[in-house]
């Protein structure tokens, strides 16, 4: 079955310390990969997305993401993290026009 | 550019009720989609529209969820009768048409059922 797996629940960092969030996915072929950002009483933001080419996407807010099709994975990366950070993280996969989201990560922000 | 609106932000109701939401979404886009984001999970795709049509509803409680999409616009999303698991956010996205495009999604509808 198609899923998409954020291992972690809840992480927190330190302001100004650098960021990994996992995901990985359980598809046949590589789908359409994407990150979504969601604050508090907020709509979901797309922080960034993958479709082919280079496997180390550019987002918006300095977060980059890395696609490794060996690992199935698509983690979420930023070099520094800032308190507004502080949100739910969610990975999603498309295949077939369909999108399933990941259970989210809950990013605390220690100061 | 306005983005998605949804109303009611929030809404209380007690179980076996009736509830419904609305939703605009950005101008132009022909895909709406409706999601039930329970407490600690991710969003679950309820229903997509393309223009008016359904285009996936395998994940509607049809038993007692409908939602319609008039005129290709406006979605409206109903619950009836409303159980205490239905408690959840609601919320709508709209995005232009072909695959991998980006969903704009709304504030969401919070909605208890006690």
């Known amino acids: 079955a198609q899923s998409v797996t954020q291992p972690d629940i809840h992480i927190t960092v330190s302001e100004g310390a650098s960021l990994e969030l996992r995901c990985n996915y359980s598809y046949g072929a590589t789908p359409y990969l994407f990150w979504y950002v969601q604050s508090p009483g907020q709509g979901l933001q797309l922080l960034l997305k993958y479709f082919s080419g280079d496997t180390l996407v550019q987002g918006i807010k300095g977060f980059e993401a890395e696609f490794k099709r060996s690992q199935s994975s698509f983690n979420l990366r930023k070099p520094s993290v800032h308190w507004s950070d502080a949100a739910e993280y969610f990975c999603?996969?498309?295949?077939?026009?369909?999108?399933?989201f990941g259970s989210g990560t809950r990013l605390s922000i220690r100061p | 550019e306005a983005g998605v609106a949804q109303s009611p932000r929030y809404k209380i109701i007690e179980k076996r009720q009736s509830v419904a939401f609305w939703c605009n979404p950005i101008?132009?886009?022909?895909?709406l989609y409706w999601y039930q984001q329970i407490l600690g999970q991710g969003p679950k795709l309820l229903i997509q529209?393309?223009?008016?049509?359904?285009?996936?509803d395998s994940q509607l409680p049809k038993d007692r969820f409908s939602a319609e999409r008039l005129k290709g616009v406006d979605s409206t999303l109903k619950i009836q009768p409303a159980k205490l698991e239905d408690s959840a956010v609601y919320l709508c996205a709209s995005s232009l048409e072909g695959p991998g495009t980006e969903q704009f999604f709304g504030p969401g509808t919070r909605l208890t059922v006690l």
């Open positions: 529209f393309q223009n008016n049509g359904v285009v996936d």
């Open positions: 101008s132009g886009h022909a895909t």
């Open positions: 999603a996969v498309e295949r077939a026009s369909k999108i399933i």
